[in-house]
DNA sequence: AGCACGCCGACT
DNA sequence: GTCGGCGTGCTC
């Protein structure tokens, strides 16, 4: 035989392998092998692919056939269980499963130049004296947000873990701190996860502060030490909601495992250090994986427990290309390779807690705080038709923020909303700043002196008169972030004020620097987006005020109260981290409200998640809804809004359906137009999963012929509908 | 998705 | 006369 096949999976909607040639050498040169990586032509281009299969025949006639141009032979092979996670995700999402595979690889190992791969490989390579002062040092530049490796092997040990596939055992062994002791809870769900046998599921339900992060990383160490007496070092997987997130978690996780590698992999990476991250979790040197859900995605040969902290955050959802569930990806990758997974929430995603009631996944609960003394914040409503707001804030809020302004102590305004107003108007003739482009307003931006589009990317100076009557009085409709801030600087002049949202942390870093000034004290009032809700540990904080959340009470979206109550209740914790002082004021949530009465702010006002839950399952199964219904839905887009619907139409009369299937009308998209993009939906159920994937699967070939051909894909379980 | 080919409008 | 608009066709 002078030529053997390869099946290589590309980055390509083409939902096929590609099989190529690949010459024969002599003996000393090995055959390729399943899970290397190859560079191919491709039409007119190079790519990389990943080899899935080497064979000795192809289906194709041996003319269409081309060379496979080289193999990546100085990277090991990426696992059978990798490549089958992947073809899972591609299946479950219906996409090629080169877009799964290849998308979630460094950009620096898709390249077909190989220099900034031979440069990572130099980097793990070198001794650790040398390589890790520099680590270290850009990673103090970068507020800690950067590459931290901390090798324990000899210098010998780590060249040898480069070289071969295998990781080199350790030779010393697994050290961990010394830890704060664990309550009776949190030593139980330590000890369950821990001596887990198999695949289990676990649902860690505990309110903030009630000490989550203790448990995964206490368990963490257990498992390490279990692997140790028993073979290669073990590799702990952490997905957290937020890029911001990460810093705090490896300062964490650096304390408690001072000597074991950290990888960090998360969007804000550098792509170099976000090859090097990757290979040293590739090879099994990476004890520690820290990232945000694309890090699901590694390659982690040794992984024996996947912690998914804040499970029912919606970042975990990818919201475009491969619209994935990171979490739902965590718990197959966890009963693929038998090994425990630890979902943590207070607030835990309504799928999982039912996942809970029907007992396939195992609750384990920590009901009291771990901090001694620390008590929940006092949640209460502020009724904002008896107390009318001025400048967004009631009186009663700004009394209770000037009390913590005396008191030295740091209150936190959440206001769901950036920019300065969502809309501005004209009260002569009713204009308003509508985008041109999109259905939606034109956010003012007042420092930017810009109406800006936050769906595309239009921009205009803000109008001096009205556009249509000339009238010079443009009045802001609501508020946002900015224009809060506004008012604060003119409440409290003294204050030191910091706004935390999309917009003041664009720049690189600054987000870090804006929370460091937190946390050193250097803030009073901090006012902010949902980026300041999660998990960040603010230990002076002990008033939080929400602003405006009744949007979303009365919200077309099932989902939105669910999100609500999480959103709440999480921003809820910033408050009240550490015990309470003894002279202290209690840590208090004042949320401003037009309905005070509704059940949902009641049983946030009881810290009762529980009841929260049950009453909304009852709701879903009476409705219909997930999570007692699989949905799947068919999105189109075209010029005209009806081309769209059209489409849609042609899909759902392409094929017969099965009884328990049900395909609903065309719509238009809640947010119809967007960059001059009109789209529509079509919504796809079933009361049984494997029904709903049997007739998607055989639905796509039969779409991709629709004619005329326009955009449209296709989302399993998607988030908004 | 890229990338090229291919056939019709405003410019050096 | 050409640069370039995006329709459609192909990629082992």
């Given at each position: 035989?002078?030529?053997?096949?390869?099946?290589?999976?590309?980055?390509?909607?083409?939902?096929?392998?590609?099989?190529?040639?690949?010459?024969?050498?002599?003996?000393?040169?090995?055959?390729?092998?399943?899970?290397?990586?190859?560079?191919?032509?491709?039409?007119?281009?190079?790519?990389?692919?990943?080899?899935?299969?080497?064979?000795?025949?192809?289906?194709?006639?041996?003319?269409?056939?081309?060379?496979?141009?080289?193999?990546?032979?100085?990277?090991?092979?990426?696992?059978?269980?990798?490549?089958?996670?992947?073809?899972?995700?591609?299946?479950?999402?219906?996409?090629?499963?080169?877009?799964?595979?290849?998308?979630?690889?460094?950009?620096?190992?898709?390249?077909?130049?190989?220099?900034?791969?031979?440069?990572?490989?130099?980097?793990?390579?070198?001794?650790?004296?040398?390589?890790?002062?520099?680590?270290?040092?850009?990673?103090?530049?970068?507020?800690?947000?950067?590459?931290?490796?901390?090798?324990?092997?000899?210098?010998?040990?780590?060249?040898?873990?480069?070289?071969?596939?295998?990781?080199?055992?350790?030779?010393?062994?697994?050290?961990?701190?010394?830890?704060?002791?664990?309550?009776?809870?949190?030593?139980?769900?330590?000890?369950?996860?821990?001596?887990?046998?198999?695949?289990?599921?676990?649902?860690?339900?505990?309110?903030?502060?009630?000490?989550?992060?203790?448990?995964?990383?206490?368990?963490?160490?257990?498992?390490?030490?279990?692997?140790?007496?028993?073979?290669?070092?073990?590799?702990?997987?952490?997905?957290?909601?937020?890029?911001?997130?990460?810093?705090?978690?490896?300062?964490?996780?650096?304390?408690?495992?001072?000597?074991?590698?950290?990888?960090?992999?998360?969007?804000?990476?550098?792509?170099?250090?976000?090859?090097?991250?990757?290979?040293?979790?590739?090879?099994?040197?990476?004890?520690?994986?820290?990232?945000?859900?694309?890090?699901?995605?590694?390659?982690?040969?040794?992984?024996?427990l996947i912690v998914v902290d804040e499970e029912h955050d919606p970042s975990y959802k990818q919201q475009e290309g491969l619209r994935y569930s990171a979490r739902d990806l965590a718990v197959w990758r966890a009963h693929q390779l038998g090994i425990p997974v630890v979902l943590g929430s207070a607030t835990p995603s309504l799928e999982s807690w039912q996942h809970v009631q029907s007992g396939r996944y195992k609750k384990l609960e920590l009901r009291e705080r771990a901090v001694p003394d620390a008590v929940l914040p006092k949640v209460r409503m502020i009724d904002m038709e008896r107390d009318r707001p001025t400048g967004g804030m009631t009186s009663s809020l700004i009394k209770a923020v000037r009390l913590r302004l005396e008191c030295g102590e740091q209150s936190l305004l959440f206001l769901n909303r950036r920019g300065y107003a969502p809309v501005m108007a004209c009260?002569?003739?009713?204009?308003?700043?509508?985008?041109?482009?999109?259905?939606?307003?034109?956010?003012?931006?007042?420092?930017?002196?810009?109406?800006?589009?936050?769906?595309?990317?239009?921009?205009?100076?803000?109008?001096?008169?009205?556009?249509?009557?000339?009238?010079?009085?443009?009045?802001?409709?609501?508020?946002?972030?900015?224009?809060?801030?506004?008012?604060?600087?003119?409440?409290?002049?003294?204050?030191?004020?910091?706004?935390?949202?999309?917009?003041?942390?664009?720049?690189?870093?600054?987000?870090?620097?804006?929370?460091?000034?937190?946390?050193?004290?250097?803030?009073?009032?901090?006012?902010?987006?949902?980026?300041?809700?999660?998990?960040?540990?603010?230990?002076?904080?002990?008033?939080?005020?929400?602003?405006?959340?009744?949007?979303?009470?009365?919200?077309?979206?099932?989902?939105?109260?669910?999100?609500?109550?999480?959103?709440?209740?999480?921003?809820?914790?910033?408050?009240?981290?550490?015990?309470?002082?003894?002279?202290?004021?209690?840590?208090?949530?004042?949320?401003?409200?037009?309905?005070?009465?509704?059940?949902?702010?009641?049983?946030?006002?009881?810290?009762?998640?529980?009841?929260?839950?049950?009453?909304?399952?009852?709701?879903?199964?009476?409705?219909?809804?997930?999570?007692?219904?699989?949905?799947?839905?068919?999105?189109?887009?075209?010029?005209?809004?009806?081309?769209?619907?059209?489409?849609?139409?042609?899909?759902?009369?392409?094929?017969?359906?099965?009884?328990?299937?049900?395909?609903?009308?065309?719509?238009?998209?809640?947010?119809?137009?967007?960059?001059?993009?009109?789209?529509?939906?079509?919504?796809?159920?079933?009361?049984?999963?494997?029904?709903?994937?049997?007739?998607?699967?055989?639905?796509?070939?039969?779409?991709?012929?629709?004619?005329?051909?326009?955009?449209?894909?296709?989302?399993?379980?998607?988030?908004?509908?």
């Open positions: 035989m002078e030529h053997c096949i390869l099946k290589i999976a590309l980055d390509s909607p083409l939902d096929s392998l590609f099989d190529y040639q690949w010459k024969l050498q002599d003996e000393t040169v090995p055959l390729p092998r399943p899970g290397q990586l190859a560079i191919v032509p491709f039409g007119r281009r190079e790519v990389v692919g990943i080899i899935v299969a080497v064979s000795d025949h192809s289906d194709l006639p041996a003319e269409k056939l081309r060379e496979a141009l080289a193999v990546h032979v100085q990277v090991p092979p990426l696992s059978r269980e990798w490549l089958d996670l992947c073809r899972f995700a591609a299946d479950y999402y219906h996409r090629p499963l080169g877009e799964v595979a290849i998308p979630g690889l460094p950009k620096n190992l898709r390249t077909t130049k190989t220099t900034a791969l031979d440069k990572a490989l130099a980097k793990l390579a070198r001794p650790a004296d040398v390589a890790l002062p520099r680590l270290r040092k850009a990673a103090r530049a970068r507020g800690r947000n950067a590459a931290i490796t901390t090798p324990v092997e000899s210098p010998a040990q780590a060249e040898a873990a480069v070289e071969v596939a295998e990781p080199a055992a350790l030779a010393s062994p697994v050290f961990w701190s010394a830890t704060p002791n664990l309550n009776a809870a949190q030593e139980q769900a330590v000890a369950s996860i821990a001596e887990t046998m198999g695949f289990t599921p676990y649902l860690l339900f505990g309110v903030t502060g009630s000490g989550k992060t203790e448990v995964y990383l206490q368990a963490a160490a257990r498992i390490f030490a279990q692997a140790h007496s028993e073979g290669p070092p073990a590799q702990v997987l952490i997905l957290v909601p937020e890029i911001n997130l990460t810093p705090q978690w490896l300062a964490n996780v650096q304390a408690r495992f001072p000597h074991l590698t950290i990888a960090l992999l998360h969007s804000g990476l550098a792509e170099g250090e976000r090859l090097t991250h990757w290979l040293a979790a590739h090879y099994g040197r990476a004890q520690i994986v820290l990232g945000t859900r694309l890090a699901i995605l590694a390659s982690l040969p040794n992984l024996k009260e002569a003739c009713g204009w308003i700043s509508n985008c041109a482009h999109c259905s939606a307003f034109m956010v003012l931006h007042k420092l930017d002196r810009k109406l800006r589009c936050h769906h595309c990317s239009n921009e205009m100076r803000i109008p001096r008169n009205c556009p249509t009557c000339g009238n010079i009085d443009l009045q802001p409709i609501g508020r946002g972030t900015q224009r809060v801030e506004e008012s604060l600087q003119q409440l409290f002049p003294a204050a030191r004020i910091q706004r935390i949202d999309a917009d003041s942390t664009r720049l690189k870093g600054s987000a870090q620097a804006a929370f460091d000034a937190v946390h050193r004290g250097e803030v009073d009032i901090l006012i902010g987006t949902q980026m300041v809700a999660k998990g960040h540990d603010f230990q002076n904080l002990t008033l939080v005020g929400v602003l405006n959340p009744d949007t979303a009470l009365f919200s077309q979206d099932y989902r939105a109260a669910e999100r609500l109550f999480a959103q709440l209740m999480q921003v809820a914790g910033r408050a009240g981290r550490r015990a309470q002082k003894e002279d202290g004021n209690p840590s208090e949530v004042w949320i401003q409200t037009r309905y005070p009465q509704h059940p949902l702010y009641a049983a946030l006002r009881a810290h009762d998640y529980e009841r929260f839950a049950d009453v909304q399952l009852q709701d879903r199964v009476q409705a219909g809804l997930p999570p007692f219904i699989y949905q799947a839905l068919m999105r189109a887009e075209a010029r005209e809004l009806q081309t769209a619907l059209e489409f849609l139409e042609a899909a759902r009369s392409s094929m017969d359906l099965p009884p328990e299937v049900i395909l609903h009308d065309p719509i238009p998209m809640a947010m119809t137009r967007v960059a001059n993009v009109e789209r529509a939906q079509l919504l796809i159920e079933s009361t049984s999963r494997v029904a709903l994937q049997a007739y998607l699967t055989a639905w796509l070939p039969v779409l991709r012929e629709i004619k005329p051909r326009i955009k449209w894909s296709l989302e399993v379980d998607p988030q908004d509908i």
